[in-house]
């Protein structure tokens, strides 16, 4: 009998232990900020992009160091005007029309600024006009420091829309 009550005791003292620790832990952390989700719509502007040249190696057209500006009007102010993508870069199939893109994009206010890599596909909408989707894992510095903006763009031929969400965190691990 002395050993069962030994063993309550010292799973009643484990126990209480474990509370105070979770207890501890749960007020040392920061409250977190809620992510935000939210749509837009961009207008670009005259692209800049050099003229595309054929790798002989892979038949692929190539654009390199290209530069893309868009006005960028949003559900929240944090990610609204202009945003660059610079250095932009394409890869186009000549047969298909189809091809990808990637790059950095950067958004700058006065209170803090977004900056990360850029990725996504082109393709033929007709023979005179492309379509696009596009994202963005950008991370926020000054105010923005400790979010992350990730957005998902598109171009269907007629409009330009985004939807996007803002979070506490890191940008997820592209594996």
């Given amino acids: 009998m002395r050993t069962i009550c030994v063993a309550v005791a010292t799973l009643a003292l484990l126990s209480v232990s474990v509370t105070a620790v979770v207890a501890q832990d749960e007020e040392a952390m920061p409250a977190r900020e809620p992510a935000v ?39 929240d102010p944090r990610v609204a005007g202009p945003y660059v ?50 994202s963005g894992a950008l991370t926020g510095s000054g105010a923005y420091e400790g979010l992350t903006y990730f957005y998902r763009g598109t171009f269907d031929g007629e409009e330009r829309f985004a939807e996007a969400i803002i979070y506490e965190g890191e940008p997820a691990p592209l594996e």
């Fill in 37 to 75: 989700y939210f749509t837009g719509t961009f207008e670009e502007l005259p692209p800049e992009m050099p003229d595309p040249v054929m790798n002989p190696d892979t038949g692929v057209l190539e654009v390199r160091d290209g530069r893309l500006e868009f006005i960028h009007e949003a559900g």
């Fill in 85 to 134: 993508i610079e250095p932009f870069h394409m890869d186009i199939d000549p047969a298909t029309g189809v091809g990808r893109m990637w790059g950095t994009g950067r958004m700058e206010h006065d209170t803090g600024a977004w900056e990360g890599p850029i990725w996504g596909l082109h393709y033929p909408l007709t023979e005179e006009v492309s379509g696009y989707t596009g």
